[in-house]
């Protein structure tokens, strides 16, 4: 690959193996579009396109959505035992789990993730298949009794054909987070990567046949979000899209959607705070908010890229901030010691350099502020804080998802929830103190879907995961993602010689009364 693009970058070996075109994957074949078009595909090191992907339109979607009709309709996967199901994609995980270090290497080399952290979330991506393939097996549906006169019941069904929409920031992992629950509960599907790593997406196709997912199941759409996305969003046939993405972009797909009054789940922006009060753990309070905010890049969904620090301890714990965000290492995405690689694509690194000089007039800058000195140009960036951030600042407002952070100081526990609360988002939040009592009631006020109290971001695939205000719309995890993706049909059922005469023994309500017997 020649660098026309002059920038000096740390180049990583280019992976073996690439394919020679990315192309969709419809009713069990590889294919190009409908009209042939395809995109180019840049990976964020080298900057320039190292492959071409196939640029899916309305035709390609609506040959994919029969697919997965045909199979939804026709095929054995809604109709199987949760525990035949449960099987295949255990084996699924298996595959997955075998094939992690080809799909960190692929997703490192596609995204600019840290290839460490691109095989923890390989291994993250079987372990949701695992996850939901047992739950679907243990699922318990509820039943109501009335005594001798009424069993009544719910019955689960799948949906039909489930349209999920997955951004680039941790790509495959996120594609599993949708595609397990769809799939374990009897669904088909149509998935529809983002255009700026579709590479790793790829590989489930030969992952679900190698498994044994039955043909048409599985349906994969690449191309851009205005055109296949929006396809999707729009088609008649799909009457649930699981959407993760931005803010901005869940309101348009909002909109798409309502003509046809589909199910929506939507995990959006955030810009989490960090509270930190004095009288917390401060060695753990800080490694953890380093953690929390330049992990994944700062490409993160969750991130604590607002850390609110209680005056007593401002200077020290931004001191001691500053100098670990300096040993933070920037490097090369393939290399084991790099904690922060490469930003995803060009286009993202003009967006967190435009915010990292808007913050030089906000606030103070005390350390990073652009390329470090030893990787100047190209796509990476140091971790940047900004300290003494006003609320009203655009880098305390926005969501920048990149490596950078703003600080800003509080007095009292009330100036801490006002902060914490005084932007549009309200994804995650993480509370640093020893006093327990303080740590709930912020919890119980913060308006946040997820809080962690002295606690990193560990996630527990059982609980509700999701945002409130502009952060999301709806929660996803454990069953809340069984109910997602099923129908929840009310069976009632008269038993014995339940029938009564009706007109004769009308009730004040004027219908049978739905108390009765209880
Ligand atoms: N709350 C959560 O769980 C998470 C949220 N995110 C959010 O995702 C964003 C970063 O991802 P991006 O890929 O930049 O988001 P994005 O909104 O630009 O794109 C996400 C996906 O939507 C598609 N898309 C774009 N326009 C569309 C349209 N009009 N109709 C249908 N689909 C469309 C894209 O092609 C892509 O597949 C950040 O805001 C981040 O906070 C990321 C990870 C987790
Ligand atoms: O842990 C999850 O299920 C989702 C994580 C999504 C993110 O992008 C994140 O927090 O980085």
Known sequence: MDDSSGAVTARGPVPADLPDRIRHYVGGEHVDSVDGATFDVLDPVWRTPYVQAAAGKAADVERAVASARRAFEEGPWPRMLPRDRSRVLHRVADLVESRD??????????????????LGQARRAAE???????????????????????LNYVNRRPIGVAGLITPWNTPFMLESWKLAPALATGNTVVLKPAEFTPLSASLWAGIFEEAGVPTGVFNLVHGLGEEAGDALVRHPG??????????????????????????????????????????????????????????????????????????????EFVGRFAEQARRVVVGPPHDPATEVGALVHPEHVEKVLRYIEIGRTEGRLVAGGGPPDHLPGGSYVAPTVFVDVPPDARIFQEEIFGPVVAITPFDTDADALALANGVRYGLAAYVWT??????????????????WLNSNNVRDLRTPFGGVKASGLGHEGGYRSIDFYTHQQAVHVALGDAHQPTFGRATPHGTHDEREGR
């Open 101 to 118: 270090a080809r799909l960190a290497e692929l997703e490192s080399f596609d995204s600019g993730l840290p290839i460490t952290q691109a």
């Open 434 to 451: 020893n006093d327990l009592r303080r740590a709930h009631t912020f919890a119980q006020s913060v308006e946040a879907g997820m809080v």
């Open 128 to 150: 949701n298949f695992r996850f939901f393939a047992d739950l679907v097996v243990a699922q318990v549906d509820d039943a109501y009794k009335v005594p001798g006169r009424q």
């Open 238 to 315: 799909v009457p649930l899209v699981s959407f993760t993405g931005e803010s901005r972009t869940g309101q348009l797909i909002f909109a798409n959607a309502a003509p046809h009054l589909k199910g929506l789940s939507m995990e959006l922006g955030g810009k989490s705070p960090a509270v930190v009060f004095a009288d917390a753990d401060l060695d753990a309070a800080v490694d953890a908010t380093v953690f929390g905010v330049f992990s994944l890049n700062g490409e993160r969904c969750t991130a604590g890229s607002r850390i609110l620090v209680q005056r007593e301890v401002y200077d």
